[in-house]
């Protein structure tokens, strides 16, 4: 198992971590609207690994039509703190380091404490701002990682992306969550929120499972 989790108060909200809470739909944070969907994607160890792969190289938001620059990993070693699991409990400390891994662009993996800026437009709604990694989760069976909003977005708040193996099944499936707090005047409008996050998720889905698969 290897975790990674970012406690510092540089991101522009106060839940952090929150994408991760079990109440996250009935009780999301002060002003937000809270969004989750899952995705069976295919089944399998090889299923699994690949999309995996695709997901801590930024291949969700590449493919979604977002350019990904100014990548700055975190100064000096992560703290590798306390995180939580899928039921919202807490994991004991894990000290070890995490190795950093590179795409075969040079753009490095995912990690905790590293900031980015993504650019871009979803059926003409901004997608752009500075983002911050909060967690990185690698475990036998989960894969995933959560964006804190920093700045320059037209929301501020929260994503989590998480691909799970499940033993019982053999199923993969991916579940993105996120909680949004509209920053930007247009984006208070009734309804403007979910339509952006709506697009968002649906072009997630078509990065990590060019198939599609099964919605829940």
């Given at each position: ?25 009935q ?18 160890e ?13 291949t ?42 590179f ?88 309804g ?25």
């Amino acid at each position: 198992m290897r975790r990674g989790t970012f406690r510092e108060g540089t991101v522009d909200y106060a839940a952090v971590g929150a994408t991760h809470a079990p109440d996250l739909m009935q009780y999301p944070p002060e002003r937000s609207t809270p969004a989750e969907e899952s995705w069976r994607i295919g089944s399998g160890e090889e299923r699994f690994h690949t999309a995996a792969e695709a997901l801590l190289s930024w291949t969700a938001q590449r493919a979604a039509g977002l350019e990904l620059s100014d990548v700055r990993p975190a100064a000096g070693a992560a703290y590798t703190g306390i995180s939580f699991d899928a039921e919202g409990a807490p994991i004991a400390p894990n000290r070890n380091e995490q190795e950093q891994r590179f795409d075969a662009e040079g753009t490095p993996f995912a990690a905790p404490g590293m900031t980015l800026r993504l650019r871009g437009r979803v059926k003409g709604m901004r997608a752009d701002g500075e983002l911050r990694v909060i967690s990185v989760t690698e475990e036998r069976r989960r894969v995933g990682f959560v964006l804190g909003t920093v700045g320059g977005s037209v929301v501020s708040g929260e994503e989590s992306f998480d691909l799970y193996w499940h033993e019982d099944t053999d199923e993969v499936w991916f579940t993105v969550r996120a909680f949004d707090a509209p920053v930007a005047l247009l984006y208070r409008l009734p309804g403007m929120v979910k339509r952006r996050r709506k697009e968002l998720f649906a072009r997630y889905l078509r990065a990590i499972s060019p198939l599609y698969a099964t919605p829940i």
